[in-house]
């Protein structure tokens, strides 16, 4: 039957028009979508988003290692209503079959002895022993509190910038004991002021500018200030032999964490504990008689044990970033997403082979062109085959230990990734469709890369269709699907400056 290919033209161009809209409908859709859930339910959005917590630490008693960590909390985030996200503080068993996870009161700070744990706040402080909670009213715990343990009771020590006081909590009552001139007069005074309890006596420790200065309490009187060079923060822990003091420092190519202690009225030799990691943080724990540090980096949490100045046994117990139940959000996101799109371009490609053309005959051979739907298929089917060898590299670096130890070759590793993908995905396309006329996704899927005369593609044409999918992937593919729709041969506009057509592939 004669084709009159003046109609043709014109219903393509028609077409053309009516895709135009429909892909630019459904995108501005998308977006009104989007930005109306930002601002009416901004909460379901952040609830995605991989939001580290703020801090985190671990306190041991009654032989459990608990994690106490603030987050942020965007389930009540609402522009609308003026809701801001709020702290949530968490509690939870650390590596535990059965963790007990609960949300707790906010607090300000909290110190722990081998049976209870202490959350400071101002005006009370509330206990737990792993049972039970009690909540005990007091004036002493003033603004920002920080306390520690002792034999004679808890010592607080409130407002640390601005008036400060210290007090001694006891069951018989309150004792309020004289700070040191040195520590009052001391207007760069940060509010990482710490406390601890060792071998009778109660030790402050605060930084200043460079420095960082300490000084002891034997009930009586403070001793003279000592102090030493401050080369990052610190963090300090006591058991009954020695002090222990960690602290960071930034070396010309990564930062590590120094460790000493104070026996017999001297400080050991800094040591390299040799952590490797850009970390968040760290605190150090006494747990079972032994010291362990608690470290948190860019993509884990790692408990190491102390032993003879070394950190020795890591143990991975967690991750900062990218925890399951994020890899679990993002997969049903991606899962329900990608189905509302294939629906969509199914739809698509329906309504496309309605108004076309769907054959073209050569001499006795008739030749059916490829639907946009199995094309799409097969580019989504051969997307997934160029990026598992750079997920595979990605995967092995995000879960290995040793990740984010060196920034600079995390930074070589993702421009390698993406020129990867660049160079990859058109020489994967370009070489294939060039050579045999069919990538694995277009061999899966039945259709093949031909000239527009339905000869063999060739590799200079292979090379030409696939350096035009620059433009046909504006607008998330939309300028190919149009120029599909408003020509003959459902060419996009690699295939028009390549000469090539795509179509089912003839069974033998």
Not at 176 to 184: G, H
Not at 228 to 238: D, L, N, S, V
Request: net charge positive; with cysteine.
């Amino acid at each position: 039957m004669a084709i009159d290919l003046e109609k043709e033209k014109k219903k393509n161009l028609k077409l053309a028009i009516g895709v135009a809209a429909i892909g630019i409908f459904f995108s501005v859709g998308l977006y009104v979508i989007m930005f109306a859930l930002m601002f009416l339910r901004p909460g379901l959005v952040f609830s995605f988003m991989p939001f580290p917590t703020l801090s985190k630490n671990i306190a041991g008693i009654n032989n459990r290692l608990y994690v106490i960590s603030k987050e942020i909390d965007f389930s009540g985030l609402s522009f609308e209503n003026k809701k801001e996200p709020k702290e949530k503080f968490m509690l939870s068993i650390l590596d535990d079959k059965n963790p007990d996870s609960r949300e707790i009161k906010p607090f300000h700070s909290f110190t722990n002895d081998s049976k209870k744990i202490y959350f400071l706040s101002e005006g009370f402080f509330r206990t737990f022993d792993s049972v039970q909670w009690a909540e005990t009213r007091t004036g002493a715990a003033g603004k920002r509190p920080v306390g520690v343990i002792s034999p004679e009771g808890l010592f607080v020590l409130s407002g640390i910038k601005n008036n400060p006081s210290l007090n001694l909590i006891k069951d018989s009552g309150i004792s309020s004991i004289p700070l040191p001139e040195e520590y009052l007069e001391d207007k760069n005074k940060k509010c990482s002021t710490q406390m601890l309890w060792f071998q009778g006596r109660l030790y402050l420790f605060w930084p200043s500018d460079n420095d960082f200065y300490w000084t002891s309490y034997d009930g009586k009187a403070w001793s003279s200030t000592e102090s030493f060079a401050q080369h990052g923060p610190i963090k300090a822990i006591a058991d009954d032999k020695r002090i222990y003091l960690f602290y960071g420092q930034h070396s010309e190519q990564m930062p590590s964490i120094y460790f000493t202690s104070y026996e017999d009225g001297s400080w050991s030799e800094p040591k390299d504990l040799n952590v490797q990691g850009l970390f968040i943080d760290w605190s150090p724990i006494i747990h079972q008689g032994k010291l362990h540090l608690f470290v948190r980096s860019f993509s884990s949490e790692t408990l190491y044990t102390i032993e003879n100045k070394n950190a020795v046994s890591p143990v991975r117990v967690g991750s900062s970033f990218f925890g399951k139940g994020f890899f679990r959000k993002i997969i049903v996101l991606l899962i329900l997403s990608s189905l509302v799109f294939f629906f969509f371009i199914y739809l698509l490609s329906v309504f496309i082979g309605k108004f076309k053309l769907k054959t073209w005959q050569v001499n006795s051979t008739e030749y059916e062109f490829a639907s946009l739907f199995r094309r799409f298929i097969a580019k989504v089917i051969d997307t997934i085959v160029i990026m598992i060898p750079p997920a595979i590299v990605i995967a092995y670096f995000l879960f290995s230990q040793d990740f984010w130890t060196n920034p600079f070759k995390l930074c070589a590793i993702g421009i390698l990734a993406f020129i990867y993908l660049i160079l990859g995905n058109f020489l994967y396309h370009s070489l294939l469709e060039g050579l045999y006329g069919k990538t694995p996704g277009k061999k899966i899927c039945g259709i093949v890369v031909l000239k527009d005369d339905f000869s063999k593609c060739g590799l200079l044409a292979g090379f030409l269709r696939n350096v035009m999918r620059i433009a046909d992937n504006f607008f998330y593919y939309l300028v190919g699907i149009i120029s599909m729709s408003g020509t003959l041969k459902w060419q996009r506009l690699g295939d028009i400056v390549a000469e090539t057509v795509v179509v089912r592939e003839k069974k033998k």
